[in-house]
């Protein structure tokens, strides 16, 4: 049985280690290989605890969290930035639609998971699973976007809050 999304935030907030508004708050839960944070949205799908803690406190999810402190367990909101495109126009022409799925990328994710895919052999090895967890996606959705097989996945627009 699903639990109500409500108890995500308590839960989250179980897993890692509070300090001073200027300090990082540690990530004492799970950890995926890229040494983020991995949370389960209970009812929606997994995210890396930063990103979480970002879309809690700010109610959006932009294309890349940051940390201002280079810690990547910190899930201090105060820590965590935007992630901005290095040309925004042209992401914005190349954001388009594509027909069918349910997976929203942006255009900016989508070069990252193709610049950032390591490709294993016969289904292993790789980090296709890794950057599942990161972008949030399952992992065949993540071989299709990195060998040009996307044809069933659509861009948003990350400000409207869809990662
Ligand atoms: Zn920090």
Request: with cysteine; aromatic share 10%.
């Amino acid at each position: 049985m699903a639990k109500p999304k409500a108890d995500n935030r308590a839960r989250f907030l179980q897993k890692f280690t509070m300090a001073g508004p200027n300090d990082c708050w540690l990530w004492t839960g799970k950890t995926i290989n890229s040494g983020y944070g991995y949370f389960w949205v209970e009812g929606t799908k997994h995210m890396t605890a930063h990103r979480y803690a970002f879309l809690q406190a700010y109610g959006y999810l932009p294309t890349v969290v940051r940390h201002s402190c280079d810690v990547k367990l910190c899930v201090n909101p105060a820590h965590l930035l935007p992630g901005t495109s290095k040309d925004n126009s042209q992401d914005m022409a190349s954001r388009h639609r594509m027909g069918g799925g349910n997976v929203k990328l942006t255009a900016a994710q989508v070069e990252e998971i193709r610049r950032r895919f390591v490709s294993g052999s016969h289904g292993r090895g790789g980090n296709r699973r890794q950057l599942a967890l990161e972008f949030g996606v399952d992992s065949k959705h993540i071989w299709r976007i990195a060998t040009g097989r996307a044809g069933d996945y659509r861009i948003t627009d990350p400000k409207r809050g869809v990662a």
